[in-house]
């Protein structure tokens, strides 16, 4: 039974920072690519990074530059560094694996996810 549990969420002020960190079990994650997506209020889910096994990623345009997703495979864990936050950064943060080695930035391509963590910047 894979589990993914985010950690790291909070309230920030604007170009603030926070990390966001996901612990996943019960499975081998090494050769998965690892991702994150959020979603506000109203809004449907939407990419933000991931990182494949190789260390290869990607990321959505709106946070490229102030984002930067990492893991370590040893720990089965995948981090998202968030700097410079804005406003419209505040979202339900979800971390999510896909049982595949190929990135996708797409929700429905992912087959695991966690609880979520909530972002919530002030302006």
């Known amino acids: 039974q894979v589990q993914l549990v985010e950690s790291g969420g909070g309230l920030v002020q604007t170009g603030g920072s926070l990390r966001l960190s996901c612990a996943a079990s019960g499975g081998t994650f090494s050769r998965m690519a690892m991702g994150w997506f959020r979603q506000a209020p109203g809004k449907e889910r939407e990419f933000v990074a991931v990182?494949?096994?190789?260390?290869?990623?990607n990321y959505a345009d709106s946070v490229r530059g102030r984002f930067t997703i990492s893991r370590d495979n040893a720990k089965n864990t995948v981090n998202l560094q968030m700097n410079s936050l804005k406003p419209e950064d505040t979202a339900v943060y979800y971390c999510a694996v896909r049982l595949s080695t190929v990135l996708a930035v797409t929700p429905q391509m992912y087959d695991y996810w966690g609880q979520g963590t909530q972002v919530t910047v002030s302006s």
């Open positions: 990182s494949r096994w190789s260390g290869i990623t």
